[in-house]
């Protein structure tokens, strides 16, 4: 059975940084590449970053780029999203995904998803 559990999601003042874990168990997470997206309340699903199996090839939304990080350690099945300089309009349901491949991702089509965790921006 597939789990993705986020974690570190909390409240932070505008400008402040955050980072969020993804932890994986049950599949052979070298061979996914992870995604991260978030959704603001009445607003649809959104890309903010993804990372290959290796690591070594990432992938950002306009919006997020310069500010926050994408990184994994295969050898403890997690993935992390380091967010910087935090604005009120990064305020969302984070969720990390898994997607069975050797290529950097595009889309939304993964194979397992998290439950998701709250980050919320005082302004």
């Known amino acids: 059975q597939v789990q993705l559990v986020e974690s570190g999601g909390g409240l932070v003042q505008a400008g402040g940084s955050l980072r969020l874990s993804c932890a994986a168990s049950g599949l052979t997470f070298s061979s996914y590449a992870m995604g991260w997206f978030r959704q603001a309340p009445g607003k649809e699903r959104e890309f903010v970053a993804t990372?290959?199996?290796?690591?070594?090839?990432?992938y950002y939304a306009d919006s997020v780029k310069g500010r926050f990080t994408i990184s994994r350690d295969n050898a403890k099945n997690t993935v992390w999203l380091q967010m910087s300089s935090l604005k009120p309009e990064d305020m969302a349901v984070y969720y990390c995904?898994?997607?069975?491949?050797?290529?950097?991702?595009?889309?939304?089509?993964?194979?397992?998803w998290g439950q998701g965790t709250q980050v919320t921006v005082s302004s």
């Open positions: 990372v290959t199996w290796s690591g070594d090839y990432t």
């Open positions: 995904a898994a997607k069975r491949t050797y290529l950097l991702p595009t889309g939304f089509d993964y194979d397992y």
